[in-house]
């Protein structure tokens, strides 16, 4: 991690970000947004791998958005592509190496409450973690709390602060809990039943083992869902990944709004 941390920083200098920004699948338009950006590809980041994914594209981004610096993540290394939840949560861990100190979460996910159709933006309040895996197992390291508090995941001031952006931009934004699970085959219908039953409002794939990381890290977080496909047993259509990004395109601009919205409150602080 320090190796990573250090090729970053030197790569990124002079610039410092206190906010980094985690982005989803179809989600990295917004790295296309950043002013003053300096680009580094994984690929001379020491243990990041490159992302296997459609949607994800391997770099990390120092810029500023709306004059506030941040850093951001564009390409996930999820546990489905056999990579262990410590490489998941690695680049959270390297941002608060470099003194990042609020870290924003973009994911796609699946509707499970009935009320919440494609395009739907849900502000996470909590998760369910289903995944099984926790990237705090293994020997403790150092500068993280070993058993961290995970009462309020989600900072409840940054959750105040989007739905306060959210109104003064005239976006609507819904709030619920977010469940996520290993992949990568979809989710059978029963277990979307049981999930319902369980208190999630949408699932996915990713997310959770970074918000666990950065918790351990005292990183504040705020996630947000981009509701991009009812969940298995609740639509007509069969599920697949081109969903996903067709409909993450299509509200791109009210979560850019969004964002950038939280980044600029944050960065008056």
Do not use: W
């Not at 580094?40 to 459609?54: E, H, S, T």
């Not at 895996?133 to 001031?157: H, I, K, Q």
């Not at 085959?185 to 029963?190: C, L």
């Amino acid at each position: 991690m320090r190796a990573a941390a250090e090729a970053v920083r030197a790569a990124i200098a002079p610039r410092a970000p206190k906010i980094a920004i985690v982005l989803g699948s179809g989600l990295g338009f917004l790295g296309d947004q950043a002013e003053q950006a300096v680009r580094v590809p994984y690929a001379k980041i020491p243990g990041f791998p490159q992302p296997g994914v459609v949607g994800h594209a391997g770099e990390l981004i120092a810029g500023t958005l709306d004059g506030v610096p941040v850093l951001m993540q564009s390409g996930r290394f999820h546990l489905y592509e056999g990579h262990a939840p410590e490489v998941a949560a690695l680049p959270v861990r390297v941002f608060a190496a470099l003194g990042v100190r609020t870290v924003i979460l973009t994911n796609a996910a699946g509707g499970i409450r009935r009320t919440f159709g494609p395009g739907t933006l849900m502000l996470i309040s909590d998760h369910i973690n289903f995944m099984g895996r926790n990237p705090l197992v293994g020997p403790a390291v150092e500068g993280e709390t070993r058993f961290p508090d995970m009462t309020d995941p989600y900072d409840s001031g940054l959750r105040a602060v989007a739905r306060a952006v959210a109104s003064a931009e005239h976006v609507k934004l819904e709030e619920g809990v977010y469940l996520a699970v290993l992949g990568p085959s979809y989710e059978a219908k029963a277990e979307i039943e049981m999930f319902q039953r369980a208190g999630a409002d949408a699932v996915g794939m990713s997310t959770v083992p970074e918000v666990i990381a950065a918790r351990a890290r005292g990183l504040a977080c705020v996630g947000i869902s981009t509701i991009t496909n009812p969940a298995a047993g609740l639509g007509t259509a069969p599920l697949s990944h081109q969903e996903v990004l067709e409909t993450a395109d299509r509200v791109k601009g009210e979560l850019a709004q969004l964002v950038r919205g939280i980044v600029r409150e944050v960065g008056r602080r």
